[in-house]
Structures are given as C-alpha cells and as structure tokens.
C-alpha cells in the first residue's frame, strides 16, 4: 500500500518551565531521575523544602493559568492511586503515571476534576504503583468480561488523568510501565491514548505486544480547540510507526463535536487516518461525543474565553452519572444522527477496524 508523504518530524517537545519536586519525592529513584532528566535538557529544578506544591504565581488568573500549565511537579501518589478503580467502558482499571496535561484543550474533561491550578504532577514511586498491579490481574469486571474484548486480557488505562506521552521525554514513566507489561506473564493490556506524536523511545522497547496506543484525533479544521498538540496528520504519523514497531495501536474519536458542517470535517479526518491505516492488522476505534458538566463549563470559561466551542444548551440533554452528578450530552436525536453517520463511514473507509464502544 502506497502512504502519503506526512512529516515524520513531530513538533518540539513540551518543556516545563520549571520542575518542582517534593521532599518525597526526592526519596523515590524514580523521582530523582526524573529531575535530573529534566536538568539535563535544561529545565530549572526547584527542591521543594517539603511535600505542598507551591511557588510564587503571578496574580492576574489567565497569566496563573499559563504559569501553572507550564510547571511540572513531582510528587509522591497518594494511597488512593494505589487502590485502582474501574474505568469503563475503556478498561478494567485505571492506573495513573501523572494528574493533569501540559495541553490548551477549550473542551478538557479534567477541568473541574482536578483540585487547585492546572499544574502537572507526576508521580516518583512508580515501583509501588508497579507493585499493586499483579492483584488486580483477573480481576477485572469491564472489557474482561465483555465476549468481545475478553481475549484483551485484563486491560489497565494509563491516560484518564493525563496524557502520558506528552511527559515521557522528561519523566521515562510510560516506558517503564510498557516494559513492565512486556515482561508480564498475565494475559493483560496496558492502554494509553494521546494528542502528542513523540513515539520514538518507545519503538524499540520490549513491548510484547501488550500494549496499545491509541491516537486522539478530532478534524483539522478544530485544530484551535486543541492548543499545544501535536497537528493530527503528526498523530497518524506517531500511530503508524507504532503499529510497525509491533504495537496493537487505535483511534479515539474525541471528543464528537456536532458543530456545523460536522460530517464534511470528520469524512476528511477517516480519509486521512484511512491513508495511514487502513491495512493495520489489529486497529481499534473508540468513538467519544462531547459532554460537560457545569462545574468543567464554569472552569473552561475562565480557562478559554471567548472559545469557539459551543457549550450551550442546544441539541443538548441532561444526563445523571452513577455518582449523583449531572453532565450535559447531546440530545437523542442528535445522537442518532452522530452515530448512524460513524458507523456507516467507519465501515466504508476503515472496514478492517474495530469499533470497541460509542458514548
């Protein structure tokens, strides 16, 4: 098959503008190296004397948001990153590396969910995170007891809380964690998605075939609702390469934004991603509509304003989560329309794929 001539050059890396480490942190080997990765690109180190993240912001909110975007923390996870939850309909557990993404995303589902600035933290005991996966093996309740991902194994998630492969030039986490994997005698999946096209650490680990990547893509045309990413057509790239290296790899479809002229925007998007893969051996497709809640809408605002998002109340739904919680969906027949379009387009252009879920 004949492919398109696309960059192979992914956009610089993300540098922080400082990296801040806690006294526990420093304690951790993981910890250290990562600080002493990023002295040697030269980021600024800042010891912190104990473990609250703080340093001096400027005052005005938008120019503390980019302060705290631009900073990276190491931190020691809490004892709840080490009792893992459920994550469907993706995975059977979530396992974090790090809380929060260096990315200006007008739609990011974690405004809201994540307490205080938007500042990355990364985690420095990765070998105790490591060490609590073997008792979740078999014994997962989402994909691992879903006839038609049960040959998954049991799957974990890496990137609910944040994208991994934007950090992994400074913190080494992801490829420890697929190595990890690699090694593993378990029928088991590691999973991780991302906006950022900087695969090549990972090409030569030894993966196992244990662990998927899955490329976040959304039309060009909505490429200023994605601040700081890497251009899709660098995305594709990064999968493609990916998927020769031996990897399972994927798309998400994410978020599925019915703004005008929709169908036009995402039949370009399959006809690109189709280019690259279409002959993919084992291709997946997660499909993920847009949602808010009013809490992640008050915090996107002051975040983005101005945004050409549309976080209005039009085609929209109300729709009641497990935890009491409210989120704004689009409406039924929007939905039914989205969804019959996806499904007919997916099958004409990319037949070979798998569509693992639509929500």
Same mark, same amino acid.
């Given at each position: 098959m004949t492919r398109p001539l696309l960059s192979d050059r992914p956009r610089a890396s993300w540098l922080p503008r400082r990296l801040l480490i806690t006294r526990s942190a420093r304690a951790w080997e993981h910890g250290r190296g990562i600080a002493e990765r990023a002295a040697t690109i030269g980021v600024p180190v800042i010891e912190l004397p104990n473990d609250r993240v703080v340093w001096e912001q400027p005052p005005e909110p938008r120019a503390a948001y980019a302060d705290a975007k631009a900073t990276l923390a190491i931190v020691v996870a809490p004892p709840s990153k080490l009792k893992l939850e459920p994550i469907a309909p993706s995975a059977d557990w979530r396992v974090d590396l790090a809380a929060g993404c260096p990315a200006h995303c007008s739609y990011c589902y974690l405004a809201g969910s994540?307490?205080?600035?938007?500042?990355?933290?990364? *985690?420095?005991?990765?070998?105790?995170? &490591?060490?609590? $996966?073997?008792?979740?093996?078999?014994?997962?309740?989402?994909?691992?007891? %879903?006839?038609?991902?049960?040959?998954?194994?049991?799957?974990?998630?890496?990137?609910? *809380?944040?994208?991994?492969?934007?950090?992994?030039?400074?913190?080494?986490?992801?490829?420890?964690?697929?190595?990890?994997?690699?090694?593993?005698?378990?029928?088991?999946?590691?999973?991780?998605?991302?906006?950022? +096209?900087?695969?090549?650490? &990972?090409?030569?680990?030894?993966?196992?075939?244990?662990?998927?990547?899955?490329? %976040?893509?959304?039309?060009?045309?909505?490429?200023?609702?994605?601040?700081?990413? +890497?251009?899709?057509?660098?995305?594709?790239?990064? $999968?493609?390469?990916?998927?020769?290296?031996? *990897?399972?790899?994927?798309?998400?479809? =994410?978020?599925?934004?019915?703004?005008?002229?929709?169908?036009?925007? *995402?039949? =370009?998007? &399959?006809?690109?991603? =189709?280019?690259?893969?279409?002959?993919?051996?084992? $291709?997946?497709?997660?499909?993920? @509509?847009?949602?808010?809640?009013?809490? %992640?809408?008050?915090?996107?605002?002051?975040?983005?304003?101005?945004?050409? &998002?549309?976080?209005?109340?039009?085609?929209?739904?109300?729709?009641? @989560?497990k935890f009491g919680t409210e989120k704004q969906v689009y409406d039924t027949a929007t939905m039914k329309r989205l969804r019959a379009w996806f499904t007919a387009e997916i099958a004409r252009v990319l037949p070979r794929a798998r569509v693992l879920y639509w929500t």
């Open positions: 994540l307490k205080g600035p938007p500042i990355t933290r990364a *985690y420095a005991n990765l070998d105790e995170i &490591l060490g609590v $996966l073997p008792r979740y093996m078999d014994e997962g309740t989402i994909t691992s007891r %879903s006839a038609a991902r049960a040959h998954e194994g049991t799957t974990f998630e890496a990137s609910c *809380y944040t994208d991994p492969l934007a950090l992994e030039h400074v913190t080494g986490s992801l490829s420890r964690m697929i190595e990890w994997f690699g090694r593993s005698d378990a029928a088991t999946q590691l999973r991780f998605t991302s906006k950022f +096209a900087e695969v090549g650490p &990972l090409l030569a680990l030894d993966h196992g075939g244990k662990t998927r990547m899955r490329a %976040s893509i959304n039309p060009g045309s909505y490429a200023r609702l994605e601040g700081g990413t +890497a251009p899709v057509a660098q995305r594709l790239t990064a $999968l493609r390469r990916m998927a020769d290296a031996g *990897y399972p790899v994927g798309l998400t479809i =994410a978020p599925i934004i019915a703004a005008d002229g929709w169908e036009d925007a *995402y039949h =370009a998007l &399959l006809a690109e991603a =189709a280019a690259l893969l279409a002959d993919t051996a084992d $291709l997946t497709i997660e499909l993920i @509509t847009h949602r808010f809640t009013s809490g %992640s809408k008050a915090v996107l605002d002051s975040w983005y304003p101005g945004s050409a &998002l549309d976080m209005t109340e039009a085609q929209r739904t109300t729709k009641r @989560t």
